[in-house]
Antibody
Framework: QVQLQESGPGLVKPSETLSLTCTVS??????????WTWIRQSPGTGLEWIGY???????NYNPSLKSRVTISGDTSKNQFSLKLTSLTTADTAIYYC???????????WGQGTLVTVSS | DIQMTQSPSTLSASVGDRVTITCRAS??????MAWYQQKPGKAPKLLLY???SLQSGVPSRFSGSGSGTEFTLTISSLQPEDFATYYC?????????FGQGTKVEIK
């Protein structure tokens, strides 16, 4: 049973960069066929897929966020991370890290971490 | 982008009722559809994938059907633990998108 845990700041200032890390246990980020994913949820926009890093290291991002997003992996720590730049209040949301065992559907989720963008 | 439209937005039902939620895609997605259940303060939970495949551990009262642009999630006999919000998700394209959610409330 794969378990995921997000970590990072709960409060970030506008224009700054958000950095979140997801620690994976019970599975490996270098496991073949897994898509390690970031999703966020806010009352205004519902569930929004941010992007994923494939086990091979390939990445894919939501075009609406692509210019501001980087997802990377660290196999030595069995973690993957999200960086989101140039934050605005619209980026306030619960951020989830998650795993897709294959293309598309997501079977394992972290508990989520609330990130508030405010000065 | 492929837009996903769920209906209804809210559904009031009683324990034992048969419940159906619909999700329409703005363009054809084959059977690349998943359904999730989310309870307050919790992460979503995968119920079905590939439109009709039941995720391991999910009760058989949940079923899914459809292909192309129209899909349904059916709960055959609503149980107290099923009151929650349900989301559809398409993964036909490289941009995965979710429906806006259907909240199932106690009647």
């Amino acid at each position: 049973q794969v378990q995921l845990q997000e970590s990072g700041p709960g409060l970030v200032k506008p224009s700054e960069t958000l950095s979140l890390t997801c620690t994976v246990s019970g599975g490996s980020v270098s496991n073949g066929s897994s898509y390690w994913t970031w999703i966020r949820q806010s009352p205004g926009t519902g569930l929004e897929w941010i992007g994923y890093i494939y086990y091979s290291g390939n990445t894919n991002y939501n075009p609406s966020l692509k210019s501001r997003v980087t997802i990377s992996g660290d196999t030595s720590k069995n973690q993957f991370s999200l960086k989101l730049t140039s934050l605005t209040t619209a980026d306030t949301a619960i951020y989830y890290c998650a795993r897709g065992p294959g293309w598309g559907s997501i079977d394992s989720w972290g508990q989520g971490t609330l990130v508030t963008v405010s000065s | 982008d492929i837009q996903m439209t769920q209906s209804p937005s809210t559904l009031s039902a009683s324990v034992g009722d048969r419940v159906t939620i619909t999700c329409r895609a703005s363009q054809t997605i084959g059977t690349w559809m998943a359904w999730y259940q989310q309870k307050p303060g919790k992460a979503p939970k995968l119920l079905l994938y590939k439109a009709s495949s039941l995720q391991s551990g999910v009760p058989s009262r949940f079923s899914g059907s459809g292909s192309g642009t129209e899909f349904t999630l059916t709960i055959s006999s609503l149980q107290p633990e099923d009151f929650a919000t349900y989301y559809c998700q398409q993964y036909n394209s490289y941009l995965w998108t979710f429906g806006q959610g259907t909240k199932v409330e106690i009647k």
